[in-house]
């Protein structure tokens, strides 16, 4: 429980606390059709290697949860001199459509996810944004829930929407497993 060092305590200000909602999802084994950059790590030097036409790729392409990620890739999924950070779809694991060439695939299993989402957020704003949930995600202790986190499947971003909030998934697994 609290421990106190007073009997009473002042009021503090919480209004410049962001509130960041989390929630376990299942997702379940799924194909992804991905563009690996070369030894990028991040959103801004992925960018300068394949060019940000990638992303109107994507938005063009039908996936599982109505829109793109970006994901930063365990070293299971990577190829030799390519980047950790990649962008893609999650389709179906018997997709048979077309795969846009320079695209690759990989296929993920069935995982659980602790979903990050931060407040709506003024567009100008996202980078502040993007670092007040990754902030909250580094503190966030999943095993106060009975997980820990699965550092075997990808963090998964998606777009950086104002209206909606900054949304980032991170892997885990029950500490029973």
């Known amino acids: 429980g609290a421990k106190y060092r007073e009997l009473r305590k ?11 909602f989390v929630q376990v999802i299942r997702k379940p084994e799924r194909l992804c059709i991905i563009k690996r950059g070369i030894k990028a790590e991040d ?9 940000c036409d990638v992303w109107g790729i994507l938005m063009s392409m039908q ?6 990620v970006s994901m930063w890739l365990p070293e ?24 846009p060439e320079g695209f690759d695939t990989i296929l993920l299993s069935e995982a659980e996810y602790l979903m ?9 704003d996202y980078c502040e944004a993007i670092r007040t949930v990754q902030t ?5 202790d ?8 699965d550092n075997e499947n990808p ?20 500490l029973s497993e």
Do not use: H
């Open 63 to 68: 996936s599982l949860c109505g829109e793109p």
């Open 155 to 174: 963090r998964i971003q998606l777009e950086p929407r104002g209206q909606r909030g900054y949304i980032e998934l991170r892997a885990i697994r029950r």
């Open 10 to 20: 002042e009021n503090i200000n919480v209004s410049d606390f962001q509130p960041i």
């Open 43 to 51: 959103y801004f030097p992925y960018c300068e290697e394949v060019s």
């Open 116 to 124: 990050f989402q931060g407040p709506t957020f003024r567009e100008e």
């Open 142 to 149: 999943p095993s106060v829930i009975g997980y820990r986190w």
């Open 76 to 99: 299971k999924y990577k190829k030799p001199n390519t980047s950790t950070y990649v962008q893609g779809v999650e389709v179906e694991p018997d997709y048979q459509g077309s795969i």
């Open 136 to 140: 909250a995600m580094d503190r966030y």
